[in-house]
């Protein structure tokens, strides 16, 4: 459905409309009436907040971020082993273009086979696998409360989003004296519906850009998570950061469009149909990070 697109690109970090340097807090536990406009008004003005009360164990979220560290410190010939299933989600070697970054990465965390092929690539201890298989459990009802949250706030009922793969992926930002107060990754939106990311509990660096072109730090905060429409990481010490994100992608052959409730003589559809997996190979081949992708399917384009 076009809908999450648009919200994903066009009211997404790095196009940001909000002046507030304070992340929204949501949380999910004292779910009120007025929680709901607050989290309505946080994804249409910031495209970014942050959720506690989440029911996802601390214990957990501590063993996923040690196995993500050890993955990542494998040996290069073996991460290689972590393929695409489609363009960008295995292994991501740090690149010209983004020197200091390097990621792991499984294309659906709803499918235990790609679970399992994923630890079988990278040699997973059999409590290393658990914990991944654990986590991607608990990520999966999370993301499905938030996704029904949010689609329920804008007066669609139903889990519209239950079927849809969930990507997961591990990051990891090398920083030196040298390379300090530069880009960890290019300035980017998330071309997915939402991202839920367990953030580097001592080590900031996510930074979102308001329309003024300036950019809004987003400090850690342990035991919370940050739900984000579009993100860019930038690092201000000589360290290595570590964060874990999941990305609740589109449906993998349904075409998307605007759903009828959200579309009337005053809200025309804006976008022509189309679907994840065509939009996906666009972005990639186009190398387009920054929300030109959606604009090729513009209705005036037609």
């Not at 190979?281 to 959606?294: F, I, W």
Request: net charge negative; proline share 5%.
């Amino acid at each position: 459905m076009i809908w999450i697109s648009e919200l994903a690109l066009t009211n997404g970090s790095v196009m940001a409309q909000s002046k507030e340097s304070v992340v929204p807090v949501i949380d999910l536990e004292d779910f009120s009436l007025q929680s709901s406009k607050k989290l309505l008004e946080a994804c249409e003005a910031l495209g970014c907040f942050r959720v506690v009360h989440h029911k996802i164990p601390l214990q957990l979220l501590s063993e996923m971020k040690s196995v993500a560290r050890h993955l990542l410190d494998l040996p290069t010939e073996t991460k290689r082993r972590n393929t695409d299933t489609i363009a960008g989600s295995g292994y991501m070697a740090p690149s010209p273009t983004n020197p200091l970054y390097e990621a792991l990465g499984l294309y659906d965390v709803n499918s235990s086979e790609a679970v399992d092929a994923f630890c079988d690539q990278l040699e997973a201890t059999p409590h290393q696998r658990e914990t991944i298989k654990s986590y991607a459990s608990e990520m999966h009802q999370l993301a499905m409360d938030i996704a029904h949250k949010i689609t329920k706030c804008l007066g669609i009922e139903g889990d519209v989003c239950i079927r849809w793969p969930m990507q997961f992926r591990i990051n990891k930002y090398s920083f030196t004296e040298e390379s300090v107060g530069s880009l960890g990754v290019q300035l980017h939106t998330d071309s997915t519906f939402l991202t839920i990311l367990q953030e580097d509990e001592s080590v900031g660096g996510l930074e979102l850009m308001n329309n003024n072109g300036g950019f809004i730090p987003v400090q850690p905060n342990p035991g919370s998570l940050l739900v984000n429409l579009g993100d860019i990481a930038k690092c201000k010490e000589a360290t290595t950061r570590v964060s874990i994100a999941v990305f609740l992608l589109g449906p993998k052959e349904k075409t998307m469009e605007a759903p009828p409730e959200l579309v009337d003589a005053d809200h025309p559809r804006l976008y022509l149909p189309f679907t994840y997996e065509d939009y996906r190979k666009r972005l990639v081949s186009g190398a387009l990070h920054t929300g030109e992708a959606l604009e090729l399917y513009a209705m005036h384009q037609a």
